[in-house]
């Protein structure tokens, strides 16, 4: 079975700011990960996946996260975090064709 | 590349009335379909999957003669939430997984906001 927990339902972060959210997750297998954004009445969009390559993987919008096997983490940060960075972070795992699990989710909200 | 879209966006129907909603992979084939539902403030919960050209497979807790899923062609599925009620308002959105992807990556659509009067 797979799982993923994400510390954190709102983390607020000032503009400039480091962002860092967390992601740990629970696989029978080796995992597929993936961190969406949601903006407001909007649908997902990928940010980025780990898929068995390198272990930092970059994504859009300056995004990027590492994946640590020996912690079962799949952390996402942003070096300096920007008003448009304001949403709804969601972690998912999949594995061989298995259905996505997804995290809660993680509202990050940027002050001015 | 990987634009999955839905339509409608938004939908407003009264309690006892069909409502279809549309999911389209618009630049990729998709062997597999998924619809969620998503409530205020909470995560997605997946309802169903659909392979195209088969019978979907329904999550637990999921009516399958309430909510009809149609996957007719590899760029099309369809959901249709049959007699809706207020309880079924809520946000639903589809995601696909492309043919050629061999990793799993789903590509979400824009979502539909169903509102049951």
């Known amino acids: 079975a797979q799982s993923v927990t994400q510390l954190g339902s709102h983390v607020s972060v000032s503009e400039g700011a480091l962002v860092l959210l967390r992601c740990n997750y629970s696989s029978s297998v080796p995992p597929y990960l993936f961190w969406y954004v949601q903006y407001p009445n909007q649908g997902l969009q990928l940010l980025l996946k780990?898929?068995?390559?390198?272990?930092l993987v970059k994504g859009i919008n300056g995004f990027e996260a590492e994946f640590k096997k020996s912690e079962t983490s799949f952390h996402l940060t942003k070096p300096s975090a920007h008003m448009s960075d304001a949403a709804e972070y969601f972690c998912a795992v999949s594995g061989y064709g298995q259905n996505f699990v997804f995290g809660p989710g993680t509202r990050l909200s940027v002050l001015p | 590349g990987a634009v999955v879209s839905q339509h409608p966006s938004w939908v407003i129907c009264k309690s006892g009335t069909s409502v279809k909603i549309e999911c389209r992979s618009l630049d990729f084939q998709a062997t597999t379909m998924f619809w969620y539902r998503q409530f205020p403030k909470q995560s997605l919960m997946l309802m169903a999957t659909?392979?195209?050209?088969?019978?979907?497979?329904?999550e637990q807790g999921v009516e399958k003669d309430k909510f009809l899923i149609n996957h007719a062609s590899l760029t099309l599925s369809t959901l249709t939430v049959t007699s809706a009620h207020p309880e079924d308002s809520s946000f639903y959105i589809c995601?696909?997984?492309?043919?050629?992807?061999?990793?799993?990556?789903?590509?979400f659509g824009p979502g539909t906001r169903l509102t049951v009067l």
């Open positions: 995601s696909a997984r492309a043919l050629a992807e061999v990793t799993d990556t789903q590509y």
């Open positions: 780990y898929t068995s390559a390198a272990t």
């Open positions: 659909s392979n195209e050209g088969s019978k979907a497979t329904y």
